[in-house]
């Protein structure tokens, strides 16, 4: 259907951002609803993406963590350049990714989404496991 689901995200949301400003969140709703549910970047995919493109100058992040694009057409290179794999490479990588994640779920708390108290547990475990990484 399409080529690497990586360098499409950064088209996807250079196209999402034209209509206005959003975080990650809602860019990773739009993009969903545009491919009509085939297709959602995950948070670990969007998160990493969104910092790349903001280091780049194709995006900025407003202070109410909104990005918006900086040119009008930069869209059209974003695709030519920086894609990567889907599923992280390295330590590097998977580190973005968890960044990613972490930074989603604190969007979606700061939305109202009480999720996080269902899965409390889960995610106490996965932060004594990171815990033990980081030592």
Known sequence: MFGSKRRDL???????????????????????????????PSPGSMYPMLENMVNEGLIKKLENGKYEPLEENNWLRAGLFGHHGSSPRNFSEAVSDIEGIVTYMEELRSNGSKQSEDFSERLKEVSKRLDKLSQ
């Not at 088209?11 to 959602?40: C, H, Y």
């Open 10 to 40: 950064r088209t996807w949301i250079l196209f999402t951002l034209n209509s206005g400003p959003k975080n990650g969140a809602e860019i990773m709703d739009s993009i969903e609803k545009q491919m009509m549910g085939v297709w959602r």
